[in-house]
């Protein structure tokens, strides 16, 4: 992995999502990452298979790239097994499209 550089999984705003985080204490460096990915959009969406997300956090030190789940209560107990499955598929997608792109340095 790249140090500051998560992929990782959140409820937020009664969604569930999917998403690689810039959380680095380094704001440029967080930017400077998030905007290589983002020149790479083309290749990187294509990999992926959908149109992501980018959420550069104007006025804070992150930036994120997001998938959105359909998956929006986090108390529906019959949903968890699907929502599992989407995360995993996600992760990996996510995993696939930044080594696409040549991975975040």
């Known amino acids: 992995g790249t140090s500051g550089v998560v992929i990782s999984q959140a409820w937020q ?17 967080n930017l400077a990452r ?11 969406e294509s990999t992926l298979g959908e149109a992501a997300e980018w959420d550069g956090m104007p006025g804070r030190k992150a930036a994120r790239v997001v ?12 949903t968890w097994p699907t929502a599992t ?15 696409a792109v040549g991975g975040i340095s």
Do not use: N
């Open 13 to 29: 705003g009664g969604t569930l999502r999917a998403q690689i985080y810039f959380g680095s204490a380094d704001g440029d460096l």
């Open 34 to 44: 998030f905007d290589f990915l983002r020149s790479q959009q083309s290749v990187f």
């Open 67 to 78: 998938l959105q789940s359909p998956y929006h209560d986090l108390d529906d107990r019959e």
């Open 85 to 99: 499955d989407w995360l995993i598929q996600k992760q990996t997608a996510l995993r696939a499209a930044l080594s």
